[in-house]
């Protein structure tokens, strides 16, 4: 029988699509504190705009899924829908023209990111959609 002795990591992520329409990349940020409905003088503001924050931050490519697909390692778009799609949410979004980024969080750094890795986040209107679902 083995023995680990010294540092064990524990830390997990999970990952994230985020689909938007009409939105350059560089606006998400400002379009997801919108969706988050937290006026500017409540207490939670902070937490709502460091939310976006992360979000905007932690998306990666250009929006396309034939991209994202083959960074995943999937031969084309349809076998990663299979895969990765399970409630037809970019099937959609691809659709209805919209751009789809990925990206994740992890609970390694503690804070806002760990909250975000851990639970179920989601936003559905119609230029704006994030599916997140809640780590384990």
């Known amino acids: 029988m ?3 002795i010294g ?5 997990s992520s999970s990952s994230f699509i985020l689909a938007v329409k009409d939105i350059d990349k560089k606006d998400v940020e400002q379009k997801l504190l919108e ?8 207490p939670l503001y902070s937490i709502a705009k460091e939310i976006a924050e992360l979000f905007a931050s932690c998306i990666e490519g250009d929006g396309d899924i034939e991209q ?16 990765k799609d ?11 023209g919209m751009k789809v980024y990925t990206g994740y969080f992890g609970d390694e750094d503690g804070g806002t990111e760990e909250l975000l890795c851990n639970t ?9 959609i994030v599916s997140k679902e809640g780590g384990y």
């Open 68 to 83: 994202i697909a083959k960074n995943e390692g999937f031969e084309n778009v349809g076998e990663y829908l299979a895969e």
């Open 7 to 11: 540092f064990v990591s524990n830390s």
């Open 120 to 128: 179920e986040f989601e936003i559905n209107e119609p230029n704006l």
């Open 35 to 42: 969706s988050l409905k937290v006026p500017a003088d409540s």
């Open 86 to 96: 399970r409630d037809n949410l970019i099937f959609k979004a691809v659709k209805n």
């Open 2 to 4: 083995k023995e680990r």
